[in-house]
């Protein structure tokens, strides 16, 4: 399973750090991501990181969000900087990973709240 952590509320410019920690029987976890889904909005991909550390994230939060991975304990951080109003969301993270059993799964958390506003 996947488990999301560390959205809240922040003024616009403040910071937040979200963490998503899978867990299970795992063999390994290719390409983690967070996506973002604001009120009456689709749920969209903010970024997301490879096994080797190559990451990527949209052209609205280059140069304040950055995402990264730690495959030893098996989780994954965004940091996110100068929190903007549009930011607002419930963030979730998505993983694809093989099981101990050799299953092919694409695994979402369950989703934190970010709030952005003065």
């Known amino acids: 399973q996947l488990q999301a952590s560390g959205g809240g509320s922040v003024q616009p410019g403040g910071s937040l750090r979200l963490s998503c920690a899978a867990s299970?029987?795992?063999?390994?976890?290719?390409?983690m991501s967070w996506y973002r889904q604001s009120s009456g909005g689709k749920r969209s991909v903010v970024a997301a990181?490879?096994?080797?550390?190559?990451?990527t994230v949209i052209a609205s939060v280059k140069g304040r969000f950055t995402v990264s991975r730690d495959n030893a304990a098996n989780t994954m951080a965004l940091e996110m900087n100068g929190l903007r109003p549009e930011d607002a969301a419930v963030y979730y993270c998505?993983?694809?990973?093989?099981?101990?059993?050799?299953?092919?799964?694409?695994?979402w958390g369950q989703g934190t709240l970010v709030t952005v506003s003065s």
């Open positions: 998505n993983a694809n990973l093989i099981t101990s059993s050799g299953d092919n799964l694409s695994l």
């Open positions: 299970g029987s795992i063999r390994s976890i290719g390409v």
């Open positions: 990181v490879t096994p080797d550390g190559s990451a």
